[in-house]
């Protein structure tokens, strides 16, 4: 059993070696897709006080550097490759509201509230890659870097939004030579805006976001 875990542990380190590591700068431009909704607030009196609509939600260019491991050596064919790339990229996302208060000196009655939120993310993707054409998938690790608080002047709404999130990612690309141009999907498993709370009870939208992007990617190459 142990000489099994270290010949498993050298061919590893073997594959390492020869795989070849590319790095370069990527740029994302994603677009997100959210159902409008609303959720209706209210007070002691079971009287509606507040009314919150979700109207869309804008992810801004993210921009970041890349790694890319690939691994050809163990193929026959040799137009047939595997694929390892980790990637860490900053992300800037608003979600727009409109807010309308049923208070009786309510002033303004109705806003436009946006809720502004950045990322780190860390996308982890394998796949495989045949002559120019690359298929991959694998999970993001988000986590927040800074947000915008919007509800601070009404009582009973709290934002409690989670410093980590988690997403799945797939991508079909197209590479030549070293400037690589892929589709990705992702499915984001938060609700959109699971961080309200009203009366300590979560009063959020809990539809999952989905969002497509275009990526481009260009990587120097570099040797092991």
Known sequence: MQKAIVIVILLSINGLLSAQLTIGPKVSFAKSFVGSSEQLYDNNQNLVIYRLEL???????SIGIVGNYRFSESFTNRNLSAFIQLESLFTYRRTHFTFENFLSDADPRISTLVKGVSFVRFPVLGGLSY????FGIGPIFSFRTSEEKIFDLYPNIEE???????????????RVDDFILDISYEYHFNGVSEFIYYKNKNGGFKDQP??????ATYLFRTRY
Do not use: M
């Open 131 to 134: 002559r120019s054409l690359k």
């Open 210 to 215: 989905h969002y497509l992007a275009l990526n």
């Open 160 to 174: 409690r939004f989670r410093s980590f999130e988690p997403s799945a990612s797939a991508l079909i690309g197209y």
């Open 55 to 61: 109207n869309k939600q804008q992810v801004f260019p």
